[in-house]
C-alpha cells in the first residue's frame, strides 16, 4: 500500500509518501509545496496544481490528511482550512480514500508523546524510515500523518480480521 501524507499549510503544504508491506514502512519521496501569487484564490490554486502533479507522479492508493485545530487567529484558521481543504480535495478527485488525523493523534502514534515539538516528531519519522531525506518540517509532519495512517491502517485491519473470525 501506498500512502500520501499531507500537512496543509497555506504558504507551505508538506507531503510524504510512503509504501506499505506489512509492519515494514519504507520512504518513497517527501516534498513542500509552495503557493505562488498574492491573490488568495491564485494560492490555493497553485496548491493543487502542485499537489495534483505529486498525486499523478507517486500514485498512491490512500491519503491521509491532518486536521485543523482553531486558534485565537480566526481568520488564519479560516485559511489554513482552506488549504486543508486542497489537500482533502486532490486525493478525492482521484478516487482515493482520505484518513484524517488530529495533531495529538499523529505526535502520539510517532513520537509516543502528543505534545511532542517538530524536532521530535522529524527525529522519529527518520528513525522509522532509515535514510529518508527529509526536505524540512512540513515534509517531516506530512510523513509522520502518513505513518499514523499506515498504523490505523493496520489496527483496522487486524480488527477486522479478528471480527471476521469471530462471526464465522
Known amino acids: 500500500m501506498r500512502i500520501l501524507g499531507i500537512d496543509p499549510g497555506l504558504r507551505n503544504l508538506g507531503w510524504g509518501v510512503i509504501d506499505v508491506d506489512g509492519s515494514r514502512l519504507s520512504h518513497v519521496a517527501n516534498g513542500v509545496c509552495h503557493s505562488e501569487g498574492a491573490d488568495l484564490a491564485v494560492r490555493l490554486l497553485s496548491l493543487h496544481q502542485q499537489l495534483s502533479a505529486v498525486l499523478i507522479q507517486y500514485a498512491p492508493d490512500t491519503a491521509a490528511v491532518e486536521k485543523t485545530f482553531v486558534n485565537k487567529d480566526g481568520a488564519g484558521t479560516l485559511k489554513l482550512g482552506q488549504a486543508r481543504g486542497i489537500g482533502m480535495l486532490v486525493p478525492a478527485q482521484a478516487g482515493i480514500p482520505v484518513g484524517e488525523y488530529a495533531?495529538?493523534?499523529?505526535?502520539?502514534t510517532v513520537v509516543g508523546v502528543g505534545h511532542a515539538d517538530k524536532r521530535q516528531v522529524e527525529h522519529m519519522v527518520k528513525m522509522q524510515l532509515p535514510g529518508a531525506v527529509i526536505v524540512g518540517h512540513d515534509?517531516?509532519?506530512?510523513?509522520?500523518?502518513?505513518i499514523c495512517h499506515a498504523h490505523h491502517a493496520r489496527s483496522a485491519g487486524v480488527l477486522e480480521a479478528a471480527l471476521r473470525k469471530a462471526k464465522a
Open 139 to 146: 515534509a517531516a509532519d506530512a510523513l509522520a500523518i502518513a
Open 103 to 108: 495533531p495529538n493523534s499523529v505526535k502520539k
